[in-house]
Each structure stands twice: as C-alpha cells, then as structure tokens.
C-alpha cells in the first residue's frame, strides 16, 4: 500500500526544505518506500477533510491505508517501525536511538523555534537585541552540550538512525544565522546528512514542487 502525505502546494520557505513534510519523506527515501503526495493550500488545511486527518489543521499527515497519523516525530516513528533502516535492531541501541528522536523535538527544536519566532514577531522592538541574545545563549546552551556528545563521531548512535535524521532537521533551521558554524562539527554533522542520497531525493522532490508552484 502507498503512503500518502500531505505538504503545502506552496511551501513558504521558497523551497529550501524546511516545512516538516520534508523529514518525512527524507524517512520514506531512507528506507526505500515509495509515496504520494497530496498537495494543500492554506484553506484547504483548515477544512473538514484535513481537520479530520490532522486536528490542527498543519501538514504533514500520513495515511497508509485505514491509519491516518499526524505529528513528524510519530510517523518518522511509524515508519522506522515498519522499515529496517532507520533504528537499530538491538533493543538498547533501538531505545537510545528514539532518546534521540524526542531529544531533537522536545530539547533542542524549542529553543531553535522560538529564536527564530522572536526574529518574525519581535524584530522592531527596542529591546530585541537584549531578547536575542539571551535566545541565541539558549540556543547555544544546547548546540555545545550536543557537539560535546557526537565528539569525532558521524552519527550520535553507531550508524545513522531516525534521532540522526530529526537532530539534522532542527539544526537545518539554524543555518542562516552564525550559530552554527560555532560548532564546526555540528556544521560538518548536518553536511554529512545531507550528502546521503535519500537526503537529496527528498530535498529534489519538495524543491520541485515549489518550483512549480512559482511559475
Ligand atoms: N509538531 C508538528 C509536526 O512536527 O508535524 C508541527 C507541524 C507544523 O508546524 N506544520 C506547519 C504548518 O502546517 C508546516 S511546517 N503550518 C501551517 C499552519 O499551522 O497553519 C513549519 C514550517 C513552516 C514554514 C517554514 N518556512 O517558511 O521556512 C518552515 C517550517
């Protein structure tokens, strides 16, 4: 059965990768599953149809058949379950991978978000420089502690796995500041991921639907 996922028709990032849809079929590329893909505006995600596969009215969904998830981390989850590839078969090894997974949700994409949040919502406050760098200290409070523990390493469990393909996600949304390149294994982290072939499909494949919907 084809998965079926759902991103925007025109994505706002002009294409560089980083609404959630794209770690999702960055999954789907990595273990070799083929999919389709619904296309939304804006008004169609916050109608009946789509309200009724995702209560938040966001991309990206996933159905397989009978099951409709929402949520990036829990389909990449779903699919690392039903795929080999993506976590490894050691139970120990298995759970510090998915530690992983949660710790680039809930740890360390936060404080990315909110910086950046802060640069839309906030910019022209008199106070937003004072804001900002107390934002980039939380920031960096996690991007050293995670250097510290990927050391010479390609990948912060053995081989690459799901935590590896969420934690390159989130740091992916830093990569038009200067933080990141305060931590040049961070930075050679995130271009190792991205090399990876399934990587590059998945990228091509979003990138070309922005470019179709721009013409
Ligand atoms: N926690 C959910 C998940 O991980 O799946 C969050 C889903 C989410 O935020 N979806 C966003 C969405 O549907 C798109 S990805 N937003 C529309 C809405 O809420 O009405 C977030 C995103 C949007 C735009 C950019 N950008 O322009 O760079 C990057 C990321």
Redesign the pocket.
Known sequence: MTPVITA?EA???GG?G???DMRVRWALEEVGQVYDVRLLS?AQ?KEPAHLALHP?????TYEEGELAL????AIILHIAGRHAGLLPVDAAARARAINWMFAALNTVEPPILEREMSGYTERDKDWYGARLAMLDDRVRARLGPLAARLGPGDWLEGAFSAGDLLMVSVLQRLKGSALLDEYPALTAYVARAEARPAFKRAFAAQRAVFERSSR
């Open positions: 925007f994505s706002p990032d560089r980083l609404a959630r804006f995600m938040f009215g966001q991309i990206p929402f949520e990036s981390g």
